[in-house]
């Protein structure tokens, strides 16, 4: 019988509705562990996770049967309703529509893993909308401004 073998790494970003700082240090570890259960219970593989107040970075190993889409889709939903049940914030929480996702090769994983762990001391010199549009840049991926992700100047 054959058999799919396959090597996807994939770097994910995606941001609080509003971009606002709901997501304080003091949970950070907990909602780590939230996302890293969801992730495992699609059988992914979290390689490296990082929650900033306003948004986050995950490095996942994804199986050729899952779109990054429903996985991002998956971890929005459930961490949004575990933070409303928490009360973490008032009201419900909501994380904003779309999310950026970075394809990278094996060899970069430590390097991608490593930067995704040092985000704070990162936007100590560098604010988000900067690190974004430099990935997609980097990346060449083509966008119109106006879809992105609500900036906080």
Same mark, same amino acid.
């Given at each position: 019988?054959?058999?799919?073998?396959?090597?996807?790494?994939?770097?994910?970003?995606?941001?609080?509705?509003?971009?606002?700082?709901?997501?304080?240090?003091?949970?950070?570890?907990?909602?780590?562990?939230?996302?890293?259960?969801?992730?495992?219970?699609?059988?992914?593989?979290?390689?490296?996770?990082?929650?900033?107040?306003?948004?986050?970075?995950?490095?996942?190993?994804?199986?050729?049967?899952?779109?990054?889409?429903?996985?991002?889709?998956?971890?929005?939903?459930?961490? #949004?309703?575990?933070?409303? *049940?928490?009360?973490? &914030?008032?009201?419900?929480?909501?994380? %904003? $529509?779309? !999310?950026? @996702?970075? #394809?990278?090769?094996?060899? *970069?994983?430590?390097? &991608?893993?490593?930067?995704?762990?040092? %985000? $704070?001391? !990162?936007? @100590?010199?560098?604010?988000?909308?900067?690190?974004?549009?430099?990935?997609?840049?980097?990346?060449?991926?083509?966008?119109?401004?106006?879809?992105?992700?609500?900036?906080?100047?």
């Amino acid at each position: 019988m054959a058999n799919t073998y396959s090597q996807i790494y994939i770097h994910i970003v995606f941001v609080v509705q509003g971009r606002l700082n709901l997501i304080p240090k003091q949970h950070r570890e907990e909602l780590h562990k939230i996302m890293t259960g969801i992730i495992s219970k699609r059988n992914q593989k979290l390689i490296s996770i990082f929650a900033m107040p306003d948004h986050v970075h995950a490095l996942v190993g994804l199986r050729p049967s899952m779109a990054v889409s429903d996985l991002v889709r998956d971890i929005k939903a459930g961490s #949004s309703k575990y933070i409303t *049940q928490k009360r973490w &914030v008032k009201g419900k929480f909501s994380w %904003q $529509e779309g !999310h950026g @996702s970075f #394809s990278h090769s094996k060899s *970069q994983i430590s390097q &991608v893993a490593n930067y995704i762990l040092s %985000q $704070e001391e !990162h936007h @100590s010199k560098r604010i988000f909308k900067e690190e974004y549009l430099d990935m997609l840049e980097k990346f060449e991926i083509e966008y119109d401004e106006k879809f992105l992700f609500e900036w906080i100047e």
